[in-house]
């Protein structure tokens, strides 16, 4: 069965970086557009970076361009995402989610969620 799972979260200093991964299993992994959404307390699911199969083309909502960089590495069925220059509203529950229509705003497998809490 479809399998996501997310790693690398925990609580960074503002200014500080942290990197997620999230392992694929289940499904053939380089064949799908995959997302990292996030959600922050009392708010709604955001979407924030989408790369797609061959990793050549990636996409990030506006407040954390050239702060995070997502990127794949389908030999490992991985996904990643970068984070430096982390500020206190990038906390969230950060999720990886499988893209079945590409660039659309849809997902069908999620994962658990890795925790991200930036604080002083």
């Known amino acids: 069965q479809v399998q996501l799972v997310e790693s690398g979260g925990g609580l960074v200093q503002p200014g500080g970086s942290l990197r997620l991964s999230c392992a694929a299993s289940g499904f053939t992994f380089s064949s799908y557009y995959m997302s990292w959404v996030r959600q922050a307390p009392g708010k709604g699911p955001e979407w924030v970076s989408a790369?797609?199969?061959?990793?050549?083309?990636?996409r990030y909502v506006d407040s954390v361009k050239g702060r995070f960089t997502i990127s794949r590495d389908n030999a490992k069925n991985t996904l990643y995402l970068q984070m430096n220059s982390l500020k206190p509203e990038d906390t969230a529950l950060y999720y990886c989610a499988r893209c079945p229509t590409g660039w659309g705003p849809a997902y069908d497998y999620w994962g658990q969620g890795t925790q991200v809490t930036v604080s002083s």
């Open positions: 790369i797609i199969t061959s990793g050549g083309e990636k």
